[in-house]
C-alpha cells in the first residue's frame, strides 16, 4: 500500500511542489544549508517524474515496436505497484486490442474482396509503372495461361504482341488482341485505368475472353443462313420430288428413257432432300433436359456402342476416369451424339491402315470443379489452318462427310452450358477434343 502511494504520479507530483515551495522559502529567508538540503530533495523529486515518465515512455515505444512486428500477444501486467501504472497498462493493453481488431476487420475484408475479385469472369492485373503485378485474380490468370504473374515481362513466353500491349497501354485505352496456345486461338479484349495504391501510381488492367462472343455471334450467322438455305431448298426441291413420282405414276406407258430421267429427278431429290434434313438438326437442337448421371458407366457405354457401329478391332480404347464417382449434370442424349461423333470422328482420323491405333478418354474436374472430358487419338495430327474451320457448318476433311458433326457438337455444348475445343500435341501426335461442363 506504502509502496503504490510512493510510487503514484500524485505524490510525486505534491512532493515536487512541497519542495519547490520549501526551497523558496528557505532561499527567502537565507537559510543556505536548509537549501542545499532541500535542493537535494527537490531534484529527488524531479528524478522520480523523470523515471516515471520514462518508464512510461518506454512502455508505449515498446507496444509500437512489437505492433510494427504485428506481434498483439503481448500484455501488460496490471498487478503493478501503483494504482497509475494500472491505469497506464490498461490504457495500452485497450490500444493494442483495438489495432488487433482493426487488423483482423482489414484481413477479413481484404479476404472479402479477394474473394469478390476471384469471382468475376473479368480478368484483373495491378500493375505498376516498372511492370510489377500488385495484384491478380485467378481468371487473368487462366486466360493468360499462367500459374504465377509477377512481372509484365513473364508474357513474353505466352506472347509477345500480348507483353508489349500491356507493358504500354494507356489508361482509358481499349485494345483487342488474338494469340494461339495449347487452347487454340485465344481473343482477348483489354481494357486500363489508373490510380494510386500506397503512394505508387498504378494501372488495373481488365481482360475479358471474346472467344466465346465471337463463336456465339459466328454461330448465330451460320444458324440463320442454314434455315434460309434449308428452307429454299426444301421449297424448290420437294414440288420437283413430288411431280416426278406423279408423273412416272400416271403414264405407265412413258418412253424407257423418259421414265430413268424422271426417276433419277426423284432419287436426286430425295438425297438431297434427306441431306438438308441433316442440316436441320443444326438449327433446332432441343432444350436440353439435364440430369445426374456417373461419367464412367456413361463412358464405358459409349465405347462399346462406338466399337460396334464401326469396324476398327485394330484401335485400342483407354479408358481413364479420375473418379469413379464422378457426375456430370448435363442432358445424357444429347452429350452423347457429341461423344459418339468425336470417338467416330477419332476412328475415322486414324483409319484401318495404323496397327497401333489408339484413343484415349479421359474424364475428372477442375480447380473450379468443372468437369472435363478429352476425347484423344494418335491419328494424324489437325493442320492450324485446318483447325480453325473445323467447328464451321459445311467444313469437312471428309470426302464422303457432310460438315455438320462437329458444328452439331459445338452447338450441342452450347446450348448445354459447355464448350468444345481442340488442342493439339504436336510432338507427341496426338490430338485432343476437350468437352467443358463448368
Known amino acids: 500500500m506504502i509502496k503504490g502511494v510512493l510510487n503514484s504520479l500524485g505524490f510525486r507530483l505534491l512532493l515536487l511542489v512541497l519542495m519547490t515551495v520549501l526551497l523558496t522559502w528557505l532561499c527567502l529567508n537565507k537559510e543556505w544549508v536548509w537549501v542545499v538540503i532541500a535542493g537535494a530533495f527537490w531534484l529527488l523529486s524531479i528524478h522520480m517524474l523523470r523515471m516515471l515518465y520514462k518508464r512510461n515512455a518506454q512502455k508505449v515505444a515498446f507496444m509500437f515496436d512489437a505492433i510494427d512486428n504485428s506481434d498483439y500477444a503481448f500484455k501488460y501486467a496490471l498487478k503493478v505497484r ?18 488487433l481488431q482493426a487488423k483482423s476487420e482489414a484481413i477479413q475484408q481484404e479476404k472479402y474482396y479477394e474473394l469478390i475479385l476471384n469471382s ?11 511492370g510489377y503485378v500488385f495484384q491478380i485474380n ?28 500491356i507493358e504500354h497501354i494507356q489508361p482509358g485505352g481499349k485494345h483487342q488482341i488474338s494469340f494461339y496456345n495449347e487452347r487454340g486461338t485465344i481473343h482477348l479484349s483489354i481494357r486500363a485505368s489508373e490510380m494510386t495504391l500506397q503512394d505508387k501510381h498504378v494501372r488495373i488492367i481488365a481482360v475479358n475472353d471474346i472467344n466465346t462472343e ?56 430425295k438425297t438431297l432432300l434427306a441431306f438438308v434434313e441433316s442440316y436441320r438438326k443444326f438449327t433446332r437442337i432441343p432444350t436440353p433436359e439435364p440430369s445426374l448421371f456417373y461419367v464412367n458407366k456413361f463412358l464405358e457405354r459409349l465405347i462399346q456402342l462406338s466399337k460396334h457401329q464401326n469396324d476398327y478391332p485394330h484401335i485400342s480404347f483407354v479408358l481413364d476416369v479420375q473418379q469413379d464417382d464422378l457426375i456430370l449434370y448435363a442432358d445424357e442424349n444429347l452429350i452423347t451424339q457429341v ?30 470443379e468443372a468437369v472435363i472430358i478429352e476425347v484423344s487419338n494418335n491419328g494424324p495430327l489437325i493442320s492450324p489452318d485446318m483447325a480453325e474451320h473445323i467447328f464451321v457448318p459445311f467444313f469437312t476433311t471428309k470426302e464422303s462427310g457432310s460438315g455438320i458433326g462437329l458444328s452439331l457438337s459445338r452447338q450441342i455444348m452450347r446450348v ?20 467443358l461442363f463448368p
Open 120 to 130: 468475376v469472369n473479368t480478368g484483373i492485373i495491378v500493375i505498376d509503372d516498372r
Open 339 to 368: 461423344v459418339l461423333n468425336l470417338l467416330k470422328n477419332a476412328m475415322q482420323a486414324i483409319g484401318h491402315e495404323r496397327m497401333d491405333g489408339e484413343i484415349v478418354i479421359k474424364a475428372f474436374s477442375n480447380n473450379e
Open 214 to 269: 465471337l463463336d456465339d455471334k459466328e454461330l448465330d450467322s451460320w444458324i440463320r443462313l442454314t434455315r434460309v438455305l434449308t428452307h429454299e431448298i426444301m421449297n424448290s426441291v420437294t414440288p420437283m420430288t413430288s411431280l416426278s413420282d406423279t408423273l412416272v405414276s400416271m403414264n405407265k406407258d412413258m418412253d424407257d428413257e423418259v421414265r430413268s430421267g424422271l426417276e433419277v429427278i426423284s432419287t436426286t431429290g
Open 138 to 165: 485467378n481468371e487473368a490468370l487462366r486466360l493468360l495461361g499462367l500459374n504465377v504473374f509477377t512481372h509484365v515481362k513473364q508474357l513474353r513466353k505466352v506472347d509477345e504482341n500480348l507483353e508489349s500491349l
Open 82 to 99: 501503483s494504482s497509475d501504472d494500472k491505469l497506464v497498462n490498461k490504457s495500452l493493453n485497450r490500444i493494442t486490442d483495438i489495432l
Open 416 to 435: 448445354s452450358g459447355g464448350s468444345i475445343s481442340l488442342k493439339s500435341d504436336s510432338e507427341a501426335g496426338i490430338t485432343t477434343f476437350v468437352l
